[in-house]
């Protein structure tokens, strides 16, 4: 099982902060009132993506009543890829920041390029050129793709980051992916050895720490007072950091306020590294998402 060190805590912090921070930073919202998003839908969820922003998944909704359960504030505020590697000099509102290669854009508001994008009823493809989340370079050479397909209620997703630039140093902490939800889910719940947790995650303070969790169900979910909410699940990965921003305090879908967690794994970023996982997302109530994870779990 992995174990958040002061070294891994360091890096941590560093994509906590690529958020945290947008407190204090304008960025384009996209709040246009034509709709963003290219959906995949199988009567059952609903996932959309933003095709001008890294096709990067904005939207999950039950096909039924489309409450997006997603939060899609800015560039960074997205379900996607998102690497770091060594310190190189770029400077993100004022702060020293490092390599990294975001699926849906800059912090400026600048958008990553979609290079390909294939949709059909039963699944979604893109591929994608990055930009560095504090220059807004464009990263050639770290090609991201996606695939999406549905399963009943479960959306399965596959990313992969094929990686040719020169080997950095940094043994990083890296989102499997970053998840960002409406600020009316509260509540953080996973399973640590055998036990479920209800956890209340730190409001983003002005000292912009993370929170580290560790769990053993491989499972995360956010839910409201009544259970019902939406679920994680990047089997084999049992470190996350999680936090809430209240911001201007709006929520939904664009608001500034979200509840935030994401897997956790460390990696370094060499030549020639090929970055290849599946993660799932669920909505449901607790009880439901339990069981359909687990059900996952249980098939080879």
Known sequence: MLRLTDVSKYYMNRFFITIATLIAVTCNSHAAAKDPFTYLDNGTIRIGVDKARGAAIGYLALSKDKRNLLNHHDEGRFIQQSYYGDRDGSMWAKKPWSYNPVQGGSYKGEDAKTLD???????????????????????????????????????????????????????????????????????????????????????????????????????????????????IYTPGTQDAVTYRHRGNGSTGPNGSACSYVAPVRRLTLTQGLVVDYNFYLTIGTLDEIRARFEKLRKTP
Not at 151 to 175: C, F
Not at 199 to 228: C, M, Q, R, S
Request: charged share 25%; glycine share 6%.
């Open 117 to 231: 994008f294939k949709l059909t009823e039963k699944e979604l493809f893109a591929k994608i050129e990055p930009l560095h989340w504090a220059s807004a370079k464009t990263c050639p050479e770290a090609i991201m793709q996606e695939w999406i397909t549905l399963d009943g209620a479960v959306a399965k997703i596959r990313m992969r980051l094929d990686y040719t630039g020169p080997s950095q140093k940094a043994n990083a902490h890296q989102e499997m992916p970053a998840m960002f939800v409406d600020f009316a889910l509260p509540h953080l719940m996973f399973e640590r050895d055998g036990k479920l947790v209800k956890h209340a995650p730190h409001l983003l303070g002005k000292d912009l720490k993370p929170e580290g969790i560790t769990y053993t169900g491989n499972w995360l979910a956010y839910v409201d007072d009544t259970n019902f909410g939406i679920g």
